[in-house]
C-alpha cells in the first residue's frame, strides 16, 4: 500500500573523470512500468500502485552513464525490490449456504 510518488531508494554511482564526462545519469534498462528514477539523483519512485498478491519481487537493471560527449561510458548494477504483503484481504465465509432449524418454542 506504498502510495505512487513515494521515494524507495536511491542508487548512487561516481566517476573520477573531470568536468562532464564525471557527471552519471540515471535510467532503467529496460524502463519499468511501477518504478521510475531521477536521472540525475538517482532516487527510486514508486509510479503505479503495487499488489504483494500480483507480483512480490521487482529486478530492475540500473544504468549509469557518464556525459562524456566524444566517448560516454556506462555501467549496470542490478536493483532488487521486494515487496512485503500487507493484511488487505478480506475473510471469507466458508460452507455456505448457512441454514439451521430452530423449534419455535425454543428457550432464548
Do not use: H, W
Not at 56 to 81: C, E, F, G, H, M
Not at 94 to 102: A, D, E, G, K
Amino acid at each position: 500500500n506504498t502510495p505512487v510518488g513515494t521515494s524507495v531508494f536511491m542508487v548512487n554511482a561516481t566517476d573520477p573523470d573531470q568536468g562532464v564526462g564525471g557527471s552519471v545519469l540515471f535510467s532503467f534498462q529496460p524502463p519499468s512500468p511501477f518504478f521510475s528514477i531521477d536521472g540525475a539523483r538517482g532516487i527510486v519512485t514508486v509510479t503505479r500502485a503495487l499488489d504483494y498478491e500480483t507480483t512480490t519481487a521487482y529486478q530492475l537493471t540500473v544504468n549509469a552513464t557518464d556525459q562524456d560527449k566524444r566517448r560516454p561510458l556506462s555501467s549496470l548494477a542490478n536493483l532488487a525490490i521486494t515487496i512485503t504483503d500487507v493484511q488487505d484481504m478480506d475473510p471469507i465465509f466458508t460452507n455456505l449456504p448457512y441454514s439451521t432449524n430452530i423449534m419455535e418454542d425454543a428457550p432464548p
